[in-house]
């Protein structure tokens, strides 16, 4: 698929001339856009066509393009580049934004680094006091000197702005300044990273304006998440191409991305700053039947662990992960080698609680034995009872005298006879008693030694209990940030189809939420891996995100729509559709017509009454089928059919787009007052009895045909005009044959173009 774009992208513009310089960019602005946008795989495909160098060539010795050298080129002769912003107002909104945003790091980078070494130059002046302007707003009363009733940053605050700080280097430096306490540090690095993400916001959206950008909504958030020490990741002033290969030229993005931080107290109880491996900024879809486009740009990127982002919305997840071989996300979570989150959510569930799971409740767990020992223990309290109640029996008896004389017993007095007065007669209560009661003593012993076995057990139990309590707890997070409700997707040449019709570009990272009247919040996570299941130590992962609306068909290469150009009951067009402001974009769909490859499809549709959604005019599906316009004079109702909410009904538009495929479409759409019509063409006239279409569907359909036939003839001019013979004829054999096979639809049903008429 990346073949058939890049086909599509290296089209040669003999032919066309355009503005050169554009005024929103200084040279050397354009000279590292162009730099930029050669070294960024994503930028390269879908604008490098349309930001182009013209100047002398200058390679290294390995043939390989020498940008430094162009740039210097580029901002002494800004001519040299051609930056075709009509044409870039076409592209995807979120590659255009990441351009932009590349942009504004690389100024801001510039300027912190001047800023913090008192060498700054004249011309970011203005820029360096906007910064200062936004940190002086949100910085805490005691990082703040006045000077003239004016307020001015602690000079040892500027420290803290050098974009080369890990976040654990700002916060040792933050907590060694005395004139600030515990709550005022954390402000400060809080209010850093509020005045970094609102600059490039700010820089980026001039930038995206600058280069032909249209929004109504821009959002343009700078994300980290992960323990903030330093990392190889971050480290390294490149990123991967397609082919996982490493540029070099692009700006750093260690202490530009800000974290999202939190404040706990560890086990001395000292109070600390700590950043979230788990980052969460919520936005709100755009609305207003307009689609929200989202886009993703991941820095910092670790080739061993993969790059994780989860949005949710009403419940559902949408998950984008990191490839192996490249910085690119995908709803597809493959990945050859190296940590996944899904993995460490697996170990600290199988593994490390399962093996609690076995150690509490398995066949040798804590359960087992304190169930054994139990028993146990209830089996000698039983005989502890059988024995006293034996010992309380012998205490009854009287006591027993044996009186005849024993050798065994006495054999000494046995030798001096029988009266000898040393004899004793044996008691054999006495003994019994004493036996019995030594045993109960044991088995009291026994008892006891029992309780303590269960007593011990009953409390590693419990702290084996606490334990899984804390990794449940732990799991919980993980499973949150990930996410319960998966959403399903479908897959075809890189674009991934959700199932409630959101879509994914891979080729351009862009994340589409399909247009829809009401807002709807929803979150973005990006997930930082922990170095293992229950570490808090996380490697950084940086992430860059926009969201733009956008318009229906914004980025088609033709756009055009016609509003009230047919006369009233007429479907006659006397005017062109396509002028040489269209040459770059018609070429573009003659390659695109030329690859056998691209499939081309043709849409023609007589739409009927339509009705203004707030954005564009659709379909009306309850149509009002007015019999005139509103007003009691004639002059009343000619001002009503003048009326903007009637005209911008009257519409007809025509959109190609090119894309993985090439489509022409066409819609036409009349007022919701009935028309007069006069067909006598028994063919179209039993159709509309069949179908029971209106005169408004048929004269809409009208028109749609004559736009089609207007568009077929103009598209076998060009062709001729701008091609070669030999390609001319490709294209237009192309084009014509698909124009004779296409039907006209009006509502869910087809009609030939021949039965078209009246």
Partial sequence: MFQIRSLLFTIILPIVSFSQVNDGLTPTERAYLFHIVKKSPILDHSIGRLIEYTGPIIKFNNNELNYDSLELLIINQPAYLIIRKDEIAKSPKGVLNEAANKMAIWELNKLLLSFTSSKIEVENLKDLEKFEELLIAYFPPNALKEKNNAPFIQPKLKQLLNPSLTLDEKVAL????????????????????????????????????????????????????????????????????????????????????????????????????????????????????????????????????????????NGLNYHLFGSGETRFL???????????????????????IGQLNEVIYGKKGFDYWIEYQTKKKNAVELKIKENEHTYSDLHSQP?????????????????????????????????????????????????????????????????ALDLKENYQNTLGVYKRNMGYKWAKFEEKDGLYLFEDSSTFDLFTQEFVFPPKKEKEGFEIRLISIPNHSLSKEADEVMMHVSLIDAKPHYSSKIQLQLNDVFESDKFNLNRSLLHSSDS?????????????????????????????????????????KLTSYPGLTAEERGKAKLDTSFVRLRTTEMFINLDRELNLEINSFTDPVNSNLSITNPVLIELMNENNWTKNEVLSALRSLAIFNKLKEEINYYAGLYLKREDAKLVIDRFNRECLKTKIWIGATAIKQNDLHL
Avoid: C
């Fill in 174 to 313: 933050v907590q060694s300044m005395h004139f600030l306490d515990f709550e005022d540090g954390f402000m400060v690095l809080t209010a850093i990273n509020k005045a970094i993400n609102q600059f490039v916001e700010n820089r980026s959206y001039e930038i995206y304006k600058a280069l032909g950008g249209q929004a109504e909504v821009y959002k343009n958030v700078l994300v980290a998440a992960g323990d903030g020490s330093s990392t190889s990741g971050v480290l390294d002033e490149r990123e991967k191409d397609e082919k996982g290969r490493w540029n070099k030229g692009l700006p750093k993005a260690v202490g530009l991305f800000p974290y999202q931080l939190v404040k706990s107290t560890d086990a001395s109880k000292k109070q600390k700053i700590s950043s979230q491996l788990f980052a969460t900024t919520d936005f709100t879809t755009v609305g207003d039947n307009r689609s929200t486009n989202l886009h993703f740009d991941v820095w910092g990127y670790n080739s061993k662990k993969q790059t994780t982002v989860v949005i949710e919305k």
């Fill in 584 to 624: 770059l974009a018609l070429l573009q769909i003659f390659e695109g017509l030329k690859n056998k490859k691209i499939p081309f499809k043709i849409s023609v549709n007589g739409q009927g009454e339509g009705i203004w959604n707030g954005i564009q005019t659709i379909k009306n599906k309850e149509p009002l």
């Fill in 330 to 352: 995908s709803p597809d979570s493959t990945f050859s080698s190296g940590e996944t989150f899904q993995k460490t959510i697996a170990d600290l569930e199988k593994n490390k």
């Fill in 399 to 463: 006591i027993l005298t044996n009186e005849k004389r024993s050798k065994k017993s006495n054999p000494s007095s046995y030798k001096n006879g029988k009266g000898s007065t040393d004899y004793q007669p044996s008691t054999r209560s006495r003994k019994e008693k004493k036996k019995s009661q030594n045993e109960i003593v044991r088995l009291y012993n026994t008892y006891e030694n029992y309780k303590r076995k269960i007593a011990q057990l009953e409390k590693d139990k419990q702290t």
